[in-house]
T-cell receptor
Framework: GQQLNQSPQSMFIQEGEDVSMNCTSS?????WLWYKQDPGEGPVLLIA?????ELTSNGRLTAQFGTTRKDSFLNISASIPSDVGIYFC?????????????FGTGTLLAVQP | EPEVTQTPSHQVTQMGQEVILRCVPI?????FYWYRQILGQKVEFLVS????????KSEIFDDQFSVERPDGSNFTLKIRSTKLEDSAMYFC?????????FGEGSRLTVL
């Protein structure tokens, strides 16, 4: 089945540092999404990307949809303690009745004040 | 803001027992999903439901699993005879055409 490889697996950084994580796939996706999951909660959408090459920002977050449609990255600038959590990329192939998401393996982010 | 709600938040059950996890999707949404997340692992697709029938299911969703939309608001996941490896967080999600909204999850612990 489709697999999304996400790296790094975990990051331990100081408050104020910038963070970068990426996701690669062997399959093409029409849409890339980035979610954040806090402990004991469901994933919350951060950024959605709909076109190859698209670069989108949401506050301190910036994400790009790779031109091959097989990869995406997420950057967080000037990290703060509340950025702590697990970040998942997800790919979506449109068409049909499903449009299910395939999730990446996750990046655990720890921010030390 | 509309949200997907799930009950129970946590259920502990004995192996072999039946479990029903309940979800109330956002009211005007048409597509419904169940995902599973084993502790420390990624979120995995289980099943999608549209127009009162399953539109796709993963290899995880075997004969022990079933879904129902018994009325206009609830969407349930039933596990007929739970196994230890069914212990996980189960997330319900719904959407219309765009963003997928997730509930906060139901934690299932099978002893």
């Amino acid at each position: 089945g489709q697999q999304l490889n996400q790296s790094p697996q975990s990051m331990f950084i100081q408050e104020g540092e910038d963070v970068s994580m990426n996701c690669t796939s062997s399959s093409i996706f029409n849409t890339w999404l980035w979610y954040k999951q806090d402990p004991g909660e469901g994933p919350v959408l951060l950024i959605a990307l709909y076109k190859a090459g698209e670069l989108t920002s949401n506050g301190r977050l910036t994400a790009q949809f790779g031109t091959t449609r097989k990869d995406s990255f997420l950057n967080i600038s000037a990290s703060i303690p509340s950025d702590v959590g697990i970040y998942f990329c997800a790919g979506q192939s449109l068409g049909g009745a499903t449009n299910k998401l395939i999730f990446g393996t996750g990046t655990l982010l720890a921010v030390q004040p | 803001e509309p949200e997907v709600t799930q009950t129970p938040s946590h259920q502990v059950t004995q192996m072999g027992q039946e479990v029903i996890l309940r979800c109330v999707p956002i009211s005007n949404h048409l597509y419904f999903y169940w995902y599973r997340q084993i502790l420390g692992q990624k979120v995995e697709f289980l099943v999608s439901f549209y127009n009162n029938e399953i539109s796709e299911k993963s290899e995880i969703f075997d004969d022990q699993f079933s879904v129902e939309r018994p009325d206009g608001s609830n969407f349930t996941l039933k596990i007929r005879s739970t196994k230890l490896e069914d212990s996980a967080m189960y997330f319900c999600a719904s959407r219309t055409r765009g963003e997928l909204f997730f509930g906060e999850g139901s934690r299932l612990t099978v002893l």
